[in-house]
């Protein structure tokens, strides 16, 4: 029976996670999925709202972590560059890239017309993983449509979790992988602040997978043939704490911590990517004054997030994996569900 | 009259050009156009092949340097971390990136059969420049079959230049900018090496232009009205020098010193990007082998390729600049020929 | 009764260890101690040879990772420019890297008659770890001859870990840390590969560690007042396997997840370094040769060094600490030994 | 005669300099040498010291830019990683860093009695150039009480230039090299803010140099050997415009389109870095609040300090030759003064 970490006794850290255990703790962030289902199809998109208005208005501060660059993602040079996003995220497959793409300049001209006349043009933020193990990745079937409704779709509360959205055709460690989700909350200063993680988990070989009791589940042979790791995984982080670009992407490098933890050494064949932003503090694109107020964190309190984001992201991907049910794909492919293999 | 730098004297630096002043003098490179001139469109994409069997199945080792990142190129997380190119290369204008992924990803799996299946997928590798002062760019006019009518067009010998392909809606300095190309020669143990620099120049602010000689052509003010930089420059350089990803990441950083010769000072608004490879030492998909020689560049000797491809940077954009005519663009918007000024 | 891990029945991963299941089962690594124990003092250098030679003359290729960069080593800038170390490895404490460096520069004038002469200068390669804890670091104790000291020492065959060298004031999730090393023998192509680590581990909070079996051992509480974390871990890497530079810094950066499976999250106040380096075919300084030939890994086989990296690591510092018996420092301070808590 | 580049009519961009044309300009900011001559013996130390406080207790927010990491500079890597300098700057020869460290930390225990038992350490940050064509860098010549004496002699005002401190074995395009600033006056929302830059300039090829207004002079051969380029360049960039780290990063970048212009291409054996830092908003070592406000420059008009950053080093490079004699050096060396070719 699919279930959540914490419904297997499986705690990871010590931080008490928030109300959802989900990104959507963080005020404001809206998740939405949509998934394919067809013969030989598994596949989806998944988005994720940095906030309800316009992203392209009041852009979010932003860090990049590229833990390992077998990836073709779209948009994080710009985000590196300037520390801030400009667009929601989009989840998808390798292939779907140039839809999400096309889907996420779309809204932002029609939301903007003052793109490409008065102003310069839109960064879109779009990552992917390779589902080709379990659904046929080559038939290309996620549409600039498929995209808009995963946009459509996002809402904040509870957050469907396991085999949907970008997650339909994910494997990790040899079974099934997901879309999942963790949270943190963190006390400072007499005051709550919240840290979210969403993963897209496609990672890990097969064997490898430890959890945090020290067990060491392994699918069976016929679901995890011995190949190369051709996965990746992606990693977005909420947060509400008030933070300057440079320190969200020393947090977002924690995430690798919590990946490691779960057994993976971000594998050659592994795009594997943690993009992490705040709430706080919007980048107002028409901002007249020269001079921007901004509150950062005492660099000396950021233990308290890395350590947040570590725990979150080792919870989400086990969150993603307990989640999926036990998947047959293309072409007689399997991934067994890792619960029950608990 | 338009014509290249050296037709009006313009020398950059020492080193002697090719033969053909062009990318095209190492061996096996070869370029192609497709323009889109219409009412208030001028844009277009363009295509540089590394050489002319399949990219996938042989890929060239590569380099990459961030001058700005303010840009949405699409693969060059994976070139950094691998050190390799894996398909042809695009230039386009900011809203065809996802066309030009389409593009190249079609082209790979109609030629690689195996990718989504037996192997991994491919990364695309698409830059570009954001030609919306001269073209609509909200019209989003290029489509996979412009993309796909650069690669077929792309062929050795002359490289036409300035307001062609993607280069037909770009500005710079003030002036119409566009594609150009330089080359150099370099003599190292008797033997002759090539570095060639494509460029799509679309960067610089008026009045910032500094010519070899130390002129420092205007163009009128109607042709450019004071306004922050959101121009962008690519850079696309080519050798026949035996070398390492490493080596090739340090030989692209120099290309913006040539940039900098210029005036430029890589402005905020300006993804300013090089992308260098060798044509040496190809790396095989499906290489069988767990090690494989290589031969590279006794880095005593990198000063002579950091030489040349300072040098013929400088030089490509000038030809870029001098080879495009004045030019009206959409609402009545205007860009001078620097050929004009001279 | 101290040991090493698998005296303790804890396995790190799956690869084999080689003969000593140290660095030096790299052929011609050699590793030497320098350690001072007085009233209050408890430090030392610790020397690593990547071979017999002369490094300046025969420089190896090399790769950094900063996991953290909170910390004051000295040489990394220009290695990770180059991609090759030129002096031997020092490890000592915060405030020892300046006698480190005039240790290695002059061993390196003494050899090379031409340096600032001839030919240019010398990087020195100083790293460094803050045993304040238990030593009195404000005495700097630590002189140029005891860097030349641990240099002379430097020895292949087993490695003495634990409270010796650079490792004597070392502490470690709250336990004593120290010195230690591992290996992993790599197949390939009917060929064996080897890879050693060695670590100066100081790094983690009490409460965090884990072991591979689960278990989390804390120490009392006199030992680990609660307080931010202000150590580091240098991870030294060697190998025997052709690598390109880019290869070494991909291959270093693994490390990090063998620190992170024992429960670290790499610390705001831990500066966190991996610096790897082959023997194969070193770089010759007065190399004539305008092209040199070189071996590399095929890149779709790196997996397997990444694996080794990340196991070697975590089983690296788990000797480090297993090593290091029960300790008393400066002014009552105190670190328990793990091997007492198994 | 020697003098400043303006005093020759040379021009470096269209921003206004401050009213000393030095990085004294930005209040608060002194500048120290300390200058050996001696037979054979042209070497010194320049401290740049960001504020009249105990930099330790009051940190700078500072970025750093490797434009050619071929350098021993100490301290850097931390820098880069907090975002902050907490130690006075030092530059000296390659072979100085030592004693550079060892003064910082000596004044940083000094004047704080809890680093090394209730605080951390302290990030000494130290950077040199080769100054071993004229001097004999062999010899090890400077001191700690000679970087003390440097510390001790900063003062604000009119900074001396050319041929001292640091500067004073300096070589730079085959001709005398030195110390040199300048500085830029920005208007931003009717407020003047200052940007000024102090430069060791030790670099560029004999033959290379472009003078702003297009001359090119030469040295006579005797004082410009044909060899590879040994030198460095090093950039301190002092502000008072209120910035987070990311932008100070990226500000420094601009500094090498700055040395771009008089014909460097940042030569393999060249270590060019630039650091920057505003004296804005400093943080403090004990802050007690978990959360600091912070104004920070709106990123949209990022173009100005861009501007003048590189601006600022061009010129402070020709006030460093300009304002350094004709010299001759150990062993008969020889470099001419560019005084004398204009």
Not at 6 to 21: A, E, K, M, Y
Not at 155 to 161: D, I, M, N, Q, R
Not at 183 to 204: I, P, T
Request: some cysteine; hydrophobic content about 45%; aromatic content about 4%.
């Amino acid at each position: 029976m699919v279930g959540r970490a914490r419904d297997f006794g499986l705690i990871c850290g010590s931080l008490p996670p928030g109300p959802l255990n989900a990104i959507t703790d963080v005020a404001g962030v809206a998740v939405g999925h949509r998934t394919l289902r067809d013969t030989g199809i598994l596949t989806g998109f998944t988005a994720i709202l940095p906030h309800r208005g316009d992203v392209f208005r009041e852009k979010v501060r932003a860090g990049v972590e590229v833990i390992n660059g077998f990836g073709k993602s779209a948009g994080l040079m710009q985000v590196a560059e300037l520390g801030q996003i400009e667009t929601p995220i989009l989840l998808g497959n390798t292939f779907s890239v140039a839809a999400g793409i096309e889907a996420l300049v779309g809204r932002a001209l029609a939301g903007n017309p003052e793109i490409g006349r008065s102003t310069g043009t839109v960064n879109s933020l779009v990552l992917e993983c390779n589902d080709g193990y379990l659904s046929d990745i080559r038939a290309r079937r996620l549409t600039v449509a498929d995209a808009e409704a995963a946009l459509d779709a996002a809402a904040g509360g509870t957050v469907p979790e396991g085999a949907v959205g970008a997650g339909a055709g994910m494997s990790c460690f040899g079974f099934k992988g997901g879309i999942g989700t963790a949270s943190r909350v963190m006390e400072l200063d007499g005051r709550s602040f919240h840290l979210g993680v969403l993963v897209q988990a496609n990672f890990g070989n097969a064997g490898d997978l430890v959890l945090p009791d020290g067990r060491r589940p392994v699918p069976a042979a016929d679901a995890a043939p011995p190949a190369p790791e051709r996965g990746s995984v992606i990693v977005i982080l909420a947060t509400d704490l008030p933070l300057e670009s440079r320190q969200l992407t020393r947090i977002a490098r924690r995430c690798g911590a919590g990946l490691a933890r779960l057994g993976a050494f971000w594998g050659n064949g592994s795009g594997d990517i943690a993009v992490a932003f705040t709430t706080k503090a919007p980048i107002v694109h028409h901002e007249g004054a020269g001079i921007v107020p901004l509150d950062v964190l005492n660099e000396n309190r950021i233990d308290l997030p890395f350590r947040a984001a570590a725990e979150a992201t080792q919870e989400a991907v086990l969150n993603a994996m307990l989640a999926a049910p036990d998947t047959h794909g293309r072409d007689g492919h399997h991934r067994p569900s890792l619960a029950d293999h608990l």
